[in-house]
């Protein structure tokens, strides 16, 4: 099985600012405090996780799933 990528550059949308942040390996993150802004973000309809709508990687449930061919379902039930 190939590697799972832990490390996602996430992008604020409002802001622009971006950081490299390690993403949970077995959980979802609805919601990130931007540490520029303070904006909340959320993930945008039909993503799971803030890191499927702004991370350079998608979140880890999401990779796996898709390593085993269930390509967008997490498990998560967000999406």
């Known amino acids: 099985m190939a590697k799972i990528i832990s490390d ?3 992008t604020c949308p409002e802001c622009g600012y971006k950081k490299v942040l390690n993403m949970p390996a077995d959980a ?11 904006t909340l973000l959320h993930p945008k309809q039909g993503d799971c996780c803030v890191f499927c709508s702004y991370g350079s990687v998608p ?4 990779q ?3 390593k085993a ?3 967008g ?7």
């Open 73 to 79: 379902e997490c498990g998560c039930g967000k999406n």
């Open 64 to 66: 796996i799933a898709d």
């Open 8 to 10: 996602s550059l996430l």
């Open 28 to 38: 979802c993150q609805w919601y990130y405090e931007c540490s520029s802004c303070h």
């Open 59 to 62: 979140c880890p449930p999401i």
């Open 69 to 71: 061919g269930h390509r």
